[in-house]
């Protein structure tokens, strides 16, 4: 009989007034490894911390018997607490500057200067320290090589793209030899090639003893999970064996309404400007040391088109994106048009970002959350990270507006901190919507949002391409999210065109 890890009884989480998780009773076995799925804010990532000890149950009892196990076997390590024996990987990361004198910020992986003030993956992986010195099978060679991550070693974490940053934090928790991993929704920002793969590490990490919690969607379901946990409004309805769970019932058959007449009157608040290059860019090449990240690299943007941005992680997508938008300086030593002005001809960055829309994982990892939703909305008007200003009422209202167009606006007074990462993540999309910009550019803009959400966000920038003359860029690792309005197509691969 296997091992009792860890159990709930009558568990009822609160955060302030609010009411997270109830009527919780939860039994966790050595080696069954489960999976979370639910809609948007249905508990699954308050779940998982509250496992981690990083919430507090508000009443009921949760018991760590690994933990008791662990100090019965090793009596001498009384001082260590339930915390060293789990690893959580969460949405966000926190990596610290070499210095350890702050976090990182968002362009500071485009400023060779500031991006030297950052450990590499090799440096970074080396600092992870297990719970005690017995032999190991997630060494420091075994976790680079499972996650490929042996081409990295030597590269700054500042610089490594989305998907690299996951399957770096997926080797430090499997270094630290957890008895219990836990897992936010893994699969995010992995190109497809990495996705395939991750169903064989799920397998090498259960069997090399550690067991698996992961939040994860109904669709994408490691072969290694042994049983299903569903979660509805805070509570775990449901509790299905592998055997028996059918993807198909947890997929939501809606019908999807976007509100034409509101989307008409928000698209009509500003005037697109008019142009005939978005973007024109002739044999662009970007270089950090001795690392080529875009070579010979050309591309021209009429007004009006809509482009897919595809390629693997570490492609050189990303680098490509911070070229149009402004952030990345090493735009004026190559030949470059934005909205037929040729970078380097005195425009700012902020002529640049007041035409712009922009989300990406990046942004969502660095954006300040201690303003309310309505107020990172608003700060779209102005580019900035976060509202540095009194806040306009008729601003706030249009904030308010985009707000119920993505159906979060049940968050409006909320600060961003406080609501789930999917909803967050919508703001920073209406925050890119709110001006009504010449350009759009959207990379991974679904990431982390639950089925409904991301038809219901596919959906809506169909319709604002239908109804308007804004110029889209989208990047995504996964076909279904491409819009229909999509009809060219770039491909990069080791920064090069193909």
Known sequence: MAACLLTIDDGVLKFGNQIVLSHLNFQLDKGENWALIGESGSGKSALLQLIAGKLHLSSGNIQYH?????????????????????????????????????????????????????????????????????????????????????????????????????????????????????????????????????????????????TVIMATSPLEIPDAIKRVAVLKEGTIVQQIPIKEFDAKNFISNAADSIDTQELHALLNTKAIGTYEWIVKMDMVNIRYGEKQVLKDVSWQIRQGERWALLGPNGAGKSTLLSLINGDNPQAYANDIVLFDRKRGTGESIWDIKSKTGFISPELYQYFPTDNSCLQVIESGYYDTMGLFRPSDPKKSAIALRWMKALEIDQYARQLLKNIPASAQRLCLLARALIKNPTLLIFDEPCQGLDLHQQQHFKSLVDTVCRMSNVTLIYVTHYQHEIPDSVTKVLKLEKGVMV
């Open 66 to 210: 690994f933990h008791d196990a662990f100090l019965q076997k090793h009596p001498n390590d009384a001082h260590l607490t339930f915390h060293r024996l789990v690893a959580l990987i969460e949405s966000r990361h926190h990596f610290r500057n070499l210095s350890n004198t702050g976090d990182f910020y968002y362009q500071q992986r485009y400023n060779s200067s500031d991006s030297e003030d950052a450990q590499t993956v090799e440096q970074y992986l080396r600092s992870i320290k297990p719970y005690n010195d017995a032999i190991h099978y997630w060494t420091f060679e075994t976790a680079l090589q499972k996650l490929h991550l042996e081409a990295l070693r030597d590269k700054q974490l500042i610089k490594l793209s989305n998907g690299e940053t996951k399957r770096l934090l997926i080797a430090a928790a499997l270094m630290k030899n957890p008895v219990l991993l836990m897992l936010d929704n893994p699969l995010a920002g992995l190109d497809v090639q990495t996705r395939a793969e991750f169903n064989t590490i799920i397998k090498d990490i259960a069997a090399s003893g550690i």
